[in-house]
């Protein structure tokens, strides 16, 4: 349960009062257009307006008459405003386009009954227009099907335990000057407050010695990470306990730089505690840098092909990484083990024996040393295979001295089937 960080930094520059509860947000008008798009049919109906106007001022010499003075300007408005949302990007909107096809259909018609205006009268003239503006303002939502919602979504109920390390190799920073790995996590979680707030009901915990509930999450930028103790899986207990949350299906996350030095393997005591719930880690701290003053070998990783064929022999290379044990001897060892994890006597089984690589631990905390071994299965079907290091004296912890894992052994036969004429390899 070794771990590292993928964790950001981010400067921190918002106010505390940006994190507040966000069940005010949870209901909120909504305004969407299905039909037009930002440059869609309703662009072409405003130049065909425009191209009208300009038209009528042309042929009716409006400059000419006293209706004029009053027309003109409007067939400007109107005719530059349609330029204006060709030529500019900014306007390429269907709510612009919304508004703006209402605006000029009005301008053409003010400016046709400002021609009827000696026929008809002011008064008939005003009424039969504002009756005009009244059907426009229901043709033009028709063009653009306008959909206006009132959305509503209820408190969330789910509980999120936020379970944070505050053992004192928090207080570490990563890089020089720089923030500690407790800060790190703060800053990374600042900005994402507001989104789990909508989804969940989140309670946070720090855990060294002993688990204490946060009031806020804002009190860890002003925690002093010191506890002598990780124990993660009573950390994940008793965060469940303080949170009474059984029968609310918590998640929770697990936020650690996992150095614990409470249990031998940790993973499976944390497995016990969440029973069937689900259970996310977070690594924190640097994957480029070891702690050199800790005395520490590693199963890193083991590079081994997916499928095995019975009887051929194949390469198995494991990786050791360690620190503080230069020139200490080791040996790295090898072997199919039964599913206790106990390996197999050599007694003629499938894979049985354990095979051992002699190993001078040297300081490269980056790369890492390789140990090869020779794999022949002898029947076909899952085998498990383990590769680990005794503990040495002094080691900080023994959880990553050791890997299982599995491959699927092949008949090297091969079978072949035949259906009406066509050979298919199964």
């Given at each position: 349960?070794?771990?590292?960080?993928?964790?950001?930094?981010?400067?921190?520059?918002?106010?505390?009062?940006?994190?507040?509860?966000?069940?005010?947000?949870?209901?909120?008008?909504t305004f969407d257009i299905v039909r037009q798009q930002g440059w869609d049919i309703w662009v072409l109906v405003c130049a065909l307006g425009a191209v009208v106007l300009v038209a009528y001022a042309i042929f009716g010499k409006l400059w000419r008459r006293r209706v004029g003075f009053a027309a003109l300007p409007l067939i400007?408005?109107?005719?530059?405003?349609?330029l204006a949302i060709v030529i500019v990007p900014a306007l390429h909107s269907a709510k612009v386009g919304?508004?703006?096809?209402?605006?000029?259909?009005?301008?053409v018609s003010a400016v046709f009954y400002l021609n009827l205006l000696h026929t008809l009268g002011a008064v008939r003239a005003v009424c039969l227009f504002l009756l005009r503006l009244a059907a426009l303002a229901f043709l033009a939502p028709m063009l653009f099907e306008p959909v206006l919602g009132w959305v509503s979504k209820p408190p969330p109920e789910r509980p999120i335990l936020f379970v944070i390390d505050g053992s004192g190799s928090m207080s570490f920073p990563d890089v020089q000057n720089g923030p500690t790995r407790l800060q790190s996590v703060w800053q990374a979680m600042r900005p994402q407050l507001p989104a789990i707030g909508r989804q969940f009901v989140p309670r946070y915990f720090i855990f060294g010695g002993d688990v204490k509930a946060l009031q806020k999450p804002d009190d860890l930028a002003r925690l002093?990470?010191?506890?002598?103790?990780?124990?993660?899986?009573?950390?994940?207990?008793?965060?469940?306990?303080?949170?009474?949350?059984?029968?609310?299906?918590?998640?929770?996350?697990?936020?650690s730089d996992g150095i614990d030095n409470a249990s031998p393997d940790p993973a499976a005591k944390i497995r016990e505690a969440v029973a069937n719930l689900p259970i996310y880690t977070v690594r924190v701290g640097s994957s480029a840098e070891q702690p050199v003053t800790l005395r520490n070998v590693a199963v890193d990783s083991i590079d081994a092909a997916d499928d095995f064929v019975v009887g051929h022999e194949s390469s198995v290379k494991v990786l050791i990484k360690s620190s503080a044990l230069a020139n200490t001897v080791v040996d790295v060892k090898f072997s199919e083990?039964?599913?206790?994890?106990?390996?197999?006597?050599?007694?003629?089984?499938?894979?049985?024996?354990?095979?051992?690589?002699?190993?001078?631990?040297?300081?490269?905390?980056?790369?890492?040393q390789v140990a090869t071994f020779k794999y022949k299965p002898k029947a076909a079907g899952i085998r498990r295979l383990a590769a680990w290091?005794?503990?040495?004296?002094?080691?900080?912890?023994?959880?990553?001295?050791?890997?299982?894992?599995?491959?699927?052994?092949l008949d090297p036969r091969v079978k072949v089937l035949y259906i009406e004429g066509h050979a298919r390899g199964e």
């Open positions: 349960m070794s771990a590292r960080s993928n964790f950001h930094h981010r400067p921190e520059h918002a106010r505390s009062s940006d994190h507040a509860s966000p069940i005010a947000t949870l209901k909120h008008w400007a408005i109107g005719a530059g405003g349609t919304l508004v703006w096809t209402f605006a000029l259909l009005a301008i002093n990470p010191e506890a002598q103790h990780t124990d993660l899986a009573k950390a994940v207990r008793e965060a469940m306990t303080k949170a009474d949350a059984a029968g609310k299906n918590p998640a929770v996350v697990l936020i083990v039964d599913e206790q994890g106990k390996p197999l006597p050599d007694t003629g089984e499938p894979g049985g024996g354990v095979q051992s690589f002699n190993l001078d631990l040297q300081p490269l905390p980056a790369e890492g290091v005794d503990p040495v004296s002094g080691e900080r912890s023994t959880a990553d001295n050791r890997q299982i894992f599995q491959g699927l052994a």
